[in-house]
C-alpha cells in the first residue's frame, strides 16, 4: 500500500507516517518549499519516506504528486492549524483550509478517483454548540474563521464523495495533543512553562481564559482513527473524541501537579490570548466510531498531560 500524506512535518503526519510505516506502507509526504525547513518531528523515520514538494494552493504539484507517487490512500493534514492565527490571517486560512482541500479532492478526481481519501475536519466547526455532547449529525456553527474554513473544507469532501463516488471519509477530531504539539498551541504552552518554570527558567506562565472546556485526547490514539475510516468499505464522518471534557484550569492544575507546585502562585492572566468570541465548551461522541471503526482512546487524560510535562521537562533540560 502507498499513502500520501500532507501536512507530514506536523503533529499528526509524524504519528501518522509512524504507524502506517509500521503497517507496512510505502509513506511520501507532501512538504512546502521554504526557506527554513523544519524536520523535527519526522527525522527518526525521515530515511524511511519520501518527502516531494508542493503546495495545497498550486494545483498542479498536486495532479503531480498523485501522478508520480500513485497514492491508494491520501491524508489531507495540511491546514493552517492555529485558530487564534485565524482572525488575523482569515484569507490565507480560507485559502489552505478550504480551497486547498478542494484542489486536493480534484487532483484525485483528475487523476485517479480509485484513491482513498481522509481530511481532517476539526471540533472547532461545531462552536457554540447547539446539543452537549457533539456528534456526527450535530449542526455546526463556527466561532473563528479557522472554524468556518474547516466546515467548507468538510463539506466540500461530502460533495465529492456523493458527486463523483470517490471515498472520502472526513474525521471530525476533538482537540489532540501530545509533546509534539507546537508550542503556540495551549496545552504545550501550559506544559513549556510548567517545565520552565520548575528548572527555574520562567518565573510565571500567561494564559488567556482558563474556563473554556475541551475533549482532549492523544494524537497518537487519533491518527489510528484515521486509518481505520479508510479500511471501511464505505466512506462516512466520524466524530473522534474520549467523551470526557476539562477546563485549561483542569490542565494547568494537572500539569503543575506533575512537578508538585500549585498553579496559582505561578498562572497570570493576560488579554492579549483571549479570542475575539470564545468557544466555551466542547465534548465529542465518538461512540458511532467504536461501533463502526472498533476504536477507542487508549491515552488517559492525566497520562497525557504527564506524557507532556515529562517530554519538557527532558527536553529543556538538554538543552540547559
Known sequence: MRALITGITG?????????????GYEVTGMVRRSSTESYQR???????????????LDQLSLINIIEETKPDE???LAAQSFVPTSWNQPTLT??????????????????????RFYQASSSEMFGKVYETPQSEKTPFYPRSPYGVAKVYGHFITVNYRESYNIHASSGILFNHESPRRGLEFVTRKITDGVARIKLGLA??????TLDARRDWGFAGDYVDAMWRMLQQDQPDNYVIATGETHSVREFVAEAFGCVDLDYQDYVVSDPRF?????????????????????????VSFKE?????????????????
Open 203 to 208: 518565573k510565571n506562565l500567561a494564559l488567556g
Open 94 to 115: 480560507a485559502e489552505y483550509d478550504a480551497v486547498g482541500v478542494t484542489k486536493l479532492l480534484e487532483a484525485i478526481r483528475y487523476t485517479d478517483r480509485k484513491i
Open 74 to 76: 491520501v491524508y489531507n
Open 304 to 320: 497525557l498531560v504527564k506524557m507532556m510535562v515529562d517530554a519538557d521537562l527532558a527536553l529543556l533540560s538538554a538543552s540547559k
Open 11 to 23: 503533529q499528526d503526519g509524524s504519528y501518522l507516517a509512524e504507524l502506517l510505516l509500521e503497517k
Open 274 to 298: 483571549m479570542r475575539p468570541v470564545e468557544v466555551d465548551l466542547l465534548l465529542g461522541d465518538a461512540s458511532y466510531a467504536k461501533e463502526k471503526l472498533d476504536w477507542e482512546r487508549k
Open 42 to 56: 519526522i527525522e527518526h523515520i525521515q530515511d524511511k519516506i519520501q518527502l516531494v514538494q508542493g503546495d495545497l
